[in-house]
């Protein structure tokens, strides 16, 4: 590229000082006559300054420490550490659903969702619940800062509690149960202004009955009790009325419209209208204990055992048995176990291997894979009562569910021994 000329470069420089000179004004100094200092003074007034306030700006965090000094301590601190909500999905924790009955209407019947790690007792639930309620400034105040004033209990689908089924023992481990919720209540204290409950049965034809709190005995009619164990029974069918009888007196039906004090009991027996009242024994009798255990095996159970990883590796595990499967959830996020999830029908075997009072050993053998996959082992170590509890239910639910894998096993078994021999 070819330099600009010393011409160019020289008029561009002219050009400049053109412009520049455009900018400046000259201005021709006059003489004037001198200026009083009477009129000085007018010229020249002094402003009157009003001081502004300063701009306090603070940041997000010093706000959040000041309203933090202010706020009251909350009590329940220390259970904070078992909320598990904050990493859900890195951290092994359990969903519960809590109604919490200090609460007025309508808060009393929306549920609070809590997320309790896995190693968490019944009581450090509790004292989540509590820090939870404290923390989010729900009304009324609690009215006790200790766990040992409240207790958790069995709810039906609507939220009522079920005071027929004792309390969740405070010990046990939350994963120990398996309900869909519970209900927090206080602890019934001896005070003046505390109500008093008046616990009604009411049998049911079949074995059956329920157990109704009433807060005023002396002013319930015996229509309003019906009105409530039809209503914690699943509603009144339509077109079918009811009447109630002493369970000592079962030829004689009360009129629905007096008190409950006045009958001078405390247990009824609930009849259809136009029916008679029939036999109120439960359908197993004492005597099939063996049976009934039996079907209890089907019901949910969950246990904390160690799992072999390897010949000298365990780490800790949830092991939960129903009738439809078995479930092996991890405790720990460090140790990188997957969750193994077993439908009851691939579960072949469950056999002791041995018997130690603190690290007994039992062996679960299931087909993977489906039909034509692999039978494998998953070895467990607990202590001794555990163990026999674990195998027992697996036996009884295995011979209530025959299956198509369990007799694939069997064949297997029986043709391995014939090659050996």
């Known amino acids: 590229m070819r330099s600009r000329s010393y011409t160019a470069q ?8 053109r412009q520049d000179k455009t900018k400046i004004k000259s201005i021709h100094w006059q003489q004037t006559a001198l200026v009083n200092q009477e009129d000085g003074v007018d010229m020249f007034e002094k402003k009157v300054l009003i001081d502004k306030p300063k701009d306090q700006r603070h940041s997000l965090l010093t706000r959040q420490l000041e309203v933090t000094a202010k706020a009251p301590v909350n009590p329940f601190n220390r259970y904070s550490r078992f909320d598990g909500e904050i990493n859900v999905g890195a951290t ?16 009393r019947y929306q549920p609070s969702a809590v997320f309790p790690l896995c190693n968490a007792k019944v009581s450090d639930l509790i004292g989540l619940v509590l820090w939870k309620y404290f923390n989010e400034g729900r009304r009324p105040d609690l009215r006790y800062d200790k766990v040992e004033n409240y207790s958790l209990h069995h709810v039906d689908e609507r939220g009522e509690v079920e005071v027929d089924m004792p309390m969740l023992d405070q010990k046990e481990p939350i994963v120990k149960f398996h309900f869909p919720a519970y209900a927090l209540l206080e602890m019934n204290q001896p005070s003046m202004d505390s109500p008093r409950h008046t616990v009604i049965k009411v049998s049911i034809p079949g074995g059956e009955f329920s157990k109704i709190p009433v807060s005023d005995a002396d002013n319930t009619t015996l229509r309003d009790l019906v009105d409530k164990v039809l209503k914690k029974r699943g509603g009144k069918q339509y077109g079918l009325e009811y009447r109630l009888q002493k369970m000592d007196d079962p030829d004689n039906s009360l009129d629905l419209n007096q008190t409950i004090v006045n009958t001078g009991t405390t247990e009824f027996c609930l009849v259809r209208e136009n029916s ?15 049976l009934e255990e039996t079907f209890k095996s089907l019901q949910y159970k969950a246990y904390i055992v160690r799992l072999h990883k390897s010949l000298f590796s365990t780490t800790d595990v949830q092991l939960a048995i129903s009738g439809e499967k078995i479930e092996v959830d991890p405790l720990s996020s460090k140790k990188r176990i997957q969750p193994i999830s077993i439908d009851m029908d691939s579960i072949v075997e469950c056999t002791l291997m041995n018997e130690r009072p603190a690290n007994s050993v039992f062996k679960l053998i299931y087909l993977s894979g489906g039909s034509g996959g692999e039978f494998k082992p998953l070895e467990f170590e607990t202590d001794l009562f555990n163990a026999r509890e674990i195998v ?4 009884s639910i295995l011979e209530l569910k025959p299956s198509t894998s369990r007799r694939a096993y069997e064949e297997w078994r029986a043709s391995r021994k014939q090659r050996k021999s």
């Open 10 to 17: 020289r008029l561009d420089r002219i050009k400049e000082q």
């Open 92 to 107: 092994p924790c359990k969903r519960v659903v809590i109604y919490l009955t200090m609460c007025g209407s309508p808060d």
């Open 276 to 290: 008679q009242r029939s036999d109120l024994r439960p359908t197993l009798e004492p005597h099939d204990s063996e």
């Open 392 to 395: 027992q239910q697996v036996k």
